[in-house]
């Protein structure tokens, strides 16, 4: 049984939400936004006691309006089965919780509040189901594309879709503005996600650098690993390889001069070690020669 105490201290809560509390609460939107909140955060937590559950470790989970973003520790060693559970979740929260105020209803319980927590459960199983990074949907996308194309171009792909689904629902607010309609959903949440597509494209090189730290462990275990090939010129920086390497598979790093021939051979072991001891500000030639 998961430690619940332990799940409740990974959730944090954004400075935009705590704001946007503020700003519904002056407009007379308390009720709804303390709804918003309980639904959401609820949402998030059974996204950490799901991870638990399969033993995974979570970081820390952060409440936005209309969401939150898990950081999960180890996450390409999760697999794509354990991630999309994960991920999952929280939407399935929303949905069975739909169904079960749509079941008070048919049997005449009365419920408090039913249309607006109908509501919000609606709009947040929807809305995290698109397919696009930070939402659920596009994490899920992530995980079922980095099995087919790694997880760099997964990333990408999650995350440009998350941009392009941003824009969509800004212009979609846009649109009813001129039809004289005014929602602020449709102009807060594009900013919440472009906020956290822009913190997981910085953290995506970290990802690929702390994969490096545990690869060698699991090859030891496993005993074999998939094997990727990247060809480079000596003069090549160390850094600029770490873009090309990708999870999962263990590389090799052919270095060739100018003229095109073979100088050696690097193990992303000893790419990793250049990043270590010159912060990767070092030749693959140079980082050949001290091996040599």
Do not use: W
């Not at 997880?151 to 846009?174: P, T, V, Y």
């Not at 822009?198 to 030891?220: A, F, Y």
């Amino acid at each position: 049984m998961p430690n619940i105490k332990k799940a409740f201290s990974k959730i944090k809560i954004n400075k935009y939400f705590v704001l946007l509390f503020l700003v519904c609460t002056a407009a007379g939107y308390f009720k709804d936004v303390v709804l918003l909140f309980l639904f959401v955060f609820l949402h998030e937590l059974c996204h950490v006691l799901s991870a638990y559950i399969l033993k995974i470790k979570v970081k820390d989970i952060e409440l936005f309006p209309f969401g939150g973003t898990a950081r999960i520790d180890n996450l390409d060693y999760v697999g794509i089965y354990k991630e999309i559970v994960i991920n999952i979740a929280g939407p399935m929260f929303n949905a069975a919780t739909a169904i079960f105020l749509l079941l008070l209803k048919h049997f005449k319980v009365p419920v408090p509040y039913y249309t607006e927590m109908m509501s919000i459960n609606i709009v947040l199983f929807l809305f995290n189901m698109l397919p696009g990074f930070p939402l659920d949907g596009g994490k899920i996308l992530r995980a079922v594309l980095n099995y087919f194309i790694g997880f760099k171009k997964a990333s990408r792909f999650a995350i440009l879709s998350g941009k392009i689904i941003s824009i969509c629902i800004f212009l979609a607010g846009i649109l009813l503005l001129i039809y004289g309609k005014f929602n602020i959903s449709f102009f807060v949440m594009p900013f919440f996600m472009l906020y956290s597509s822009r913190q997981e494209e910085s953290s995506m090189v970290l990802t690929i650098i702390r994969d490096m730290i545990n690869k060698k462990s699991k090859l030891i275990e496993s005993g074999i690993m998939e094997t990727g090939f990247i060809c480079a010129f000596e003069d090549a920086y160390v850094n600029d390889i770490i873009k090309h390497i990708d999870l999962d598979k263990y590389h090799i790093i052919i270095v060739i001069g100018k003229d095109m021939k073979l100088k050696g051979f690097l193990t992303e072991s000893q790419v990793f070690d250049g990043i270590v001891q010159d912060a990767g500000n070092v030749t693959l030639g140079k980082l050949l020669d001290n091996i040599i």
